[in-house]
């Protein structure tokens, strides 16, 4: 909520007089209806004394709600996350602030903030007098196993008489998201077989490393150094030329997710797609940490985050800006209606070299034969196949006559255990993106 966010005015009673009335608690309806009685029965009666014992239990209430809807508090409310993205299974602390910015002092005052159900109950806080000028906070936590992202607010004050013969609500207009996202498991820097390298000694030939005649020279520029000048190229283009400096290549990796609906079975937190979900999100911030450019790709084609010509993230982006993008789609990510992966297979063809990393649910002999094609020449292919049967084995076995480091996944392993047997010998090693050992492992692991 921004912060000075002001109530509505007047209190934004719906229905005027009738949302007043509508108001009124237990006991004031209680005196009305006894102050009614009262003097219908002085009325039969003929006892003045007791008209006007009925005639004040029956304004009181009235009384009570003609003041509190005339009542003109200025507060303004304020509300903070802490943090708004928070992994499932972690809690998240709200924190309000209401201030009276009036000259008046107000009177009781009754908090309720709306918060969805996956969250918890509705947080309720009694506030005593607030003085002009004075402010009152409180919080509280709310927690998700699952992921979303999820609406917190309009913050509610309920007014109420000093009597408590009336109760009016008021409410601001502003609300928050809280984003869930999927829980990530840390796993061990491993080099995978066949793996593309970082920064600097790729495969592909760098810049300025093929000896002078092979220097590709541009223009010279304001503040450059003058001993970089080509005076080769200077001389033949007639304006001052300079050398490149070596242009590193970044190491690639691309993670894949498969969110066909027909590919999974069972639902829920601990299923086998939530699974690939929180998966997917490990190895995403995995690979980040270790200086990759990673994009995510699912199988409607759709790449995150997508501003790059090639769907990887555009230089000079930051990666924490990156990850935070690819959890905020992954905390929302649901199934599709797509029927193969023919199209992140179409992506995959027009890409670059590269890490590839698949999350594949159920595959039929087609579709095992189109994911095996998905793997280039060039870079690792790591596959986790949901384990469903035997249609599993087949697609596990295809995958790795492919190329694939594949494995059927079962319910209840590790993905840290399953990453740490993907490099060759089951190698684990500190550094970051390099070459490693030839040769493709198969393995078996597991999700529910």
């Known amino acids: ?37 009262a003097a219908a029965c002085a009325y039969v009666l003929g006892q003045p004394d007791l008209l006007r014992v009925g005639l004040l239990l029956a304004a009181l209430p009235l009384v009570c709600v003609a003041v509190l809807y005339r009542t003109r508090y200025r507060v303004t409310g304020s509300r903070w996350l802490s943090p708004q993205r928070v992994a499932a299974g972690a809690e998240t602390r709200v924190r309000l602030r209401m201030d009276n910015v009036s000259r008046l002092p107000t009177g009781l005052l009754m908090l309720q903030d709306h918060v969805p159900y996956v969250l918890g109950p509705r947080p309720r806080f009694v506030l005593d007098r607030v003085e002009p000028g004075g402010k009152r906070e409180v919080s509280y936590r709310v927690r998700s196993d699952l992921r979303g992202r999820y609406p917190l607010g309009p913050l509610q004050l309920r007014l109420s008489d000093p009597f408590g013969m009336c109760e009016l609500t008021r409410s601001f207009s502003a ?64 304006e001052l030329m300079v050398r490149r400096e070596e242009q590193p290549q970044q190491a690639r990796c691309t993670v894949l997710l498969d969110t066909r609906a027909d590919a999974y079975e069972s639902g829920g937190p601990d299923s086998s797609f939530e699974w690939a979900v929180s998966g997917a999100a490990s190895v995403i911030t995995h690979m980040l940490e270790r200086g990759y450019a990673v994009r995510l790709l699912t199988d409607t084609g ?147």
């Open 175 to 238: 609300y928050d998201l809280l984003t869930v996202i999927p829980r990530t498991e840390p796993l061990p820097p491993v080099r995978l077989a066949g793996e593309a390298p970082g920064y600097g000694d790729g495969r592909q030939r760098s810049l300025a490393q093929a000896g002078e005649d092979d220097v590709i020279p541009r223009g010279y520029r304001y503040g450059d150094d003058l001993r970089r000048v080509h005076w080769r190229s200077t001389a033949r283009y007639g």
């Open 302 to 448: 759709d790449t995150l985050p997508g501003d790059g010509s090639d769907g990887y993230v555009a230089p000079g982006h930051d990666a924490a800006d990156t990850a935070g993008l690819m959890m905020d789609t992954l905390a929302v990510v649901d199934h599709s209606e797509e029927a193969g992966l023919a199209r992140a297979h179409d992506v995959l063809r027009a890409g670059g070299e590269g890490l590839l990393i698949a999350f594949f649910g159920d595959l039929d002999e087609a579709q095992a034969e189109l994911a095996g094609r998905m793997r280039r020449r060039s870079g690792a292919a790591v596959a986790f196949v949901r384990d469903s049967g035997t249609a599993a084995s087949d697609a596990v076995r295809h995958l790795q006559e492919a190329g694939w480091s594949a494995s059927a996944v079962r319910p209840g392993d590790s993905l840290a255990e399953l990453w740490r047997h993907a490099g060759p010998g089951a190698g684990v090693t500190d550094a970051g993106p390099g070459v490693a050992g030839g040769g493709t492992t198969g393995f078996s692991g597991g999700w529910s």
């Open 1 to 37: 909520m921004a912060a000075g966010e002001p109530a509505a005015p007047d209190g934004a009673v719906k229905g005027g007089v009738r949302g007043a009335l509508g108001g009124l608690t237990t006991r004031g309806r209680s005196f009305l209806a006894a102050g009614v009685a």
